[in-house]
């Protein structure tokens, strides 16, 4: 019989694991996952560290599959197991217990890696100490110090992941101060003039954002950052992370110059026959830039995961890449991009743009709920190919990206978003949705 490892047990590696073997219920499938929990959703955790999901059956709501029901449907996990080794040529992995602290060897014909991605610890001193909780694990380590006491809490990193973790944190009634070299809040993510809504929204919240502050050391009970000193009973380090990649870097496998496995669009590693990755770890074809990138989404992860397990069982399934699409939502602020910025075009392309926002409202301005919407679009100058968006505004505001999504990948302009058929009805939507807005000020400026 034919043995499937896999290596690393939540998004990507169990969609690719649950995947064979749907396709081959006679398959040996085998999965290494070095903490306690499999399939969970690290994507959660923020909700759950705010108490919006239930405490009483503990971090039950973040594990979506846990290890038993895996094995109840024939796959082999392996928990609190670490893949310290591959051997490509004999096809064995060197395996640690954690319980124990044995190491033994295990054989496999067909290997997916997934082993996601590891947070950069800023280079700091004290830095080392804080642990992310970017894992059911850690989180509930984390829920326990808080358990334990403290008013105060430093979240180093206005991205999504540090302000969804800076909500949490009031919520649970925490003075917070939020500390980040940038200049703005989602520097990565979004242009500065939509993340001033972001930022605006999380003062309001009551989160004390401290920007151009450049972190200079963590120590027990106090962070000094930017020459100050903020009370910190709880450190939160969230500035990023990179593709957990160290036993496939020392297995021969070849990666990108942003650090992720290089691998086809079948998934499969370069130059290494049967042996696929898939998810954080490695990089994923951008359709606008048109080169490899690292992005860390659940999105991606379970996709590259399955169409992993479908090639890794004699299929053939392919990943489309990626235009950078994401939503958040911080506080009562909603946030979306997709495509590129308007400071990823200047930074990273050729392309000659012109860039507008409108501000519209999420229903009929008479409506009860109706709120403010911005909308940002970026269309190539000449072509009116639309090539990116960004929108932030109260809830209704996000999921709107998603039709700018579907635009951009299929190559409209935005004289056809302007005249897209979209739905109104008061509660819901102004006459004009907010997109059609945006898309007339872009045909206005382009023809300018
Ligand atoms: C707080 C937080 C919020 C997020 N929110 C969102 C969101 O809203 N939307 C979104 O799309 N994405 C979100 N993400 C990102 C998303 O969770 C990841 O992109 C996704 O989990 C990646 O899946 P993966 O399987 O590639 O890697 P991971 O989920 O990181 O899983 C890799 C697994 O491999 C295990 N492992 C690693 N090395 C070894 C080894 N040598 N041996 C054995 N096991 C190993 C690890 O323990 C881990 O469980 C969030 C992430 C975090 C941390």
């Known amino acids: 019989m034919s043995r499937l490892a896999i290596i690393g047990g939540d998004a990507a590696g169990m969609s690719a694991a649950s995947q064979a073997l749907r396709r081959d219920p006679d398959l040996d499938v085998v999965a290494?996952?070095?903490?306690?929990?499999?399939?969970?959703?690290?994507?959660?955790?923020?909700?759950?560290?705010?108490?919006?999901?239930?405490?009483?059956?503990?971090?039950?709501?973040?594990?979506?599959?846990?290890?038993?029901?895996?094995?109840?449907?024939?796959?082999?996990?392996?928990?609190?197991?670490?893949?310290?080794?591959?051997?490509?040529?004999?096809?064995?992995?060197?395996?640690?217990d954690l319980e124990t602290q044995t190491e033994s060897e295990e054989g496999f014909d067909e290997l997916v890696i997934a082993t996601g991605a590891v947070a950069k610890a800023p280079p700091v001193p004290g830095?080392?100490?804080?642990?992310?909780?970017?894992?059911?694990?850690?989180?509930?380590?984390?829920?326990?110090?808080?358990e334990r006491g403290g008013d105060s809490a430093v979240v180093i990193g206005a991205g999504y992941i540090g302000l969804e973790m800076a909500e949490a944190l009031v919520k649970r009634g925490l003075t917070v101060s939020m500390l980040d070299i940038a200049d703005q809040v989602m520097n990565v993510a979004l242009d500065k003039d939509m993340a001033e809504?972001?930022?605006?929204?999380?003062?309001?919240?009551?989160?004390?954002?401290?920007?151009?502050?450049?972190?200079?050391?963590?120590?027990?009970?106090?962070?000094?950052?930017?020459?100050?000193?903020?009370?910190?009973?709880?450190?939160?380090?969230?500035?990023?992370?990179?593709?957990?990649?160290?036993?496939?870097?020392?297995?021969?496998?070849?990666?990108?110059?942003?650090?992720?496995?290089?691998?086809?669009?079948?998934?499969?590693?370069?130059?290494?026959?049967?042996?696929?990755?898939?998810?954080?770890?490695?990089e994923s074809w951008h359709r606008l830039l048109e080169r490899p990138i690292n992005v860390q989404l659940g999105t991606h992860a379970?996709?590259?995961?399955?169409?992993?397990?479908?090639?890794?069982?004699?299929?053939?399934?392919?990943?489309?890449?990626?235009?950078?699409?994401?939503?958040s939502r911080i506080c009562s602020v909603e946030i979306a991009r997709t495509g590129l910025t308007e400071k990823e075009v200047?930074?990273?392309?050729d392309f000659d743009v012109v860039a507008v926002t409108a501000q519209s409202t999420t229903r009929a301005g008479y409506f009860p709920g109706t709120g403010p919407i911005w909308v940002k679009l970026v269309a190539e100058r000449g072509t009116g190919r639309l090539l990116g968006g960004q929108i932030v505004g109260v809830e209704g505001a996000a999921k709107r990206a998603d039709v700018l999504a579907v635009a951009i990948w299929t190559g409209m302009t935005v004289h056809e978003l302007e005249m897209m058929d979209l739905g109104y009805a008061p509660p819901v939507s102004p006459v004009y949705d907010p997109l059609l807005v945006a898309a007339s000020a872009a045909v206005r400026a382009l023809d300018s």
Request: charged fraction near 25%; hydrophobic fraction near 40%; include cysteine.
């Open 197 to 282: 809504h972001v930022l605006r929204g999380a003062r309001d919240e009551g989160i004390h954002v401290h920007l151009s502050t450049p972190l200079e050391s963590i120590e027990p009970g106090v962070v000094h950052a930017g020459g100050r000193a903020f009370p910190a009973d709880h450190v939160v380090v969230a500035t990023g992370v990179r593709p957990a990649v160290a036993i496939a870097i020392d297995a021969g496998l070849e990666v990108g110059e942003l650090g992720g496995l290089l691998v086809d669009d079948h998934q499969r590693c370069r130059g290494a026959d049967g042996v696929y990755a898939a998810g954080d770890c490695v």
């Open 32 to 96: 290494f996952e070095r903490t306690p929990y499999t399939s969970y959703s690290a994507c959660g955790i923020p909700y759950w560290i705010g108490k919006d999901l239930s405490h009483e059956r503990g971090s039950a709501p973040l594990i979506v599959r846990s290890p038993e029901k895996h094995r109840e449907r024939g796959i082999d996990v392996r928990t609190r197991t670490e893949v310290i080794g591959i051997d490509l040529d004999s096809r064995r992995l060197t395996v640690k």
């Open 302 to 327: 379970n996709k590259q995961g399955r169409i992993a397990g479908v090639n890794a069982t004699g299929g053939d399934a392919s990943f489309p890449g990626v235009i950078g699409t994401a939503v």
């Open 127 to 146: 830095a080392d100490t804080v642990e992310p909780s970017r894992t059911v694990d850690a989180a509930e380590r984390f829920h326990a110090a808080l």
């Open 346 to 349: 200047a930074e990273l392309t």
